[in-house]
């Protein structure tokens, strides 16, 4: 069973995608801030796939995946953001971060479930 990060700052956002990815057979862990998912990552869980959200109080996305892709361990973990932010520029700045892929929120469960079959491996 493949284990999916995330992190988002909405609690709403956090149970629904939670709660789809659980059903299509996925653990999951959580966290509702960047430096509670950075701790998360810090500690050795086995991480297959991180879905974060961009803006977030404090460490915003970006800079997230930066200090997630620092961890040899995850340094070519699939990595996909959930977001409200749809302009190229952001889309641009993650991807150099080192994201993998990008989804506008609010994305279907089969928009998000497709995507994750296509990342994850």
Do not use: C, H
């Amino acid at each position: 069973m493949s284990t999916i990060m995330l992190v988002d700052d909405s609690a709403t956002i956090l149970l629904s995608i939670s709660n789809i990815l659980t059903k299509a057979g996925y653990a999951v862990e959580k966290a509702s801030n960047a430096a509670e998912g950075l701790t998360k990552f810090q500690s050795g869980l086995k991480i297959d796939l991180l879905i974060t959200d961009l803006n977030m109080p404090g460490m915003n996305g970006i800079e997230f995946i930066k200090q997630v892709r620092t961890l040899p361990r995850y340094k070519f973990m699939p990595i996909l953001f959930l977001t409200t932010e749809s302009q190229q520029s952001k889309r641009l700045e993650a991807k150099a971060a080192g994201a993998s892929g990008w989804l506008v929120k609010p994305a279907t469960a089969d928009e998000l479930l497709g995507t994750i079959k296509l990342v994850i491996r």
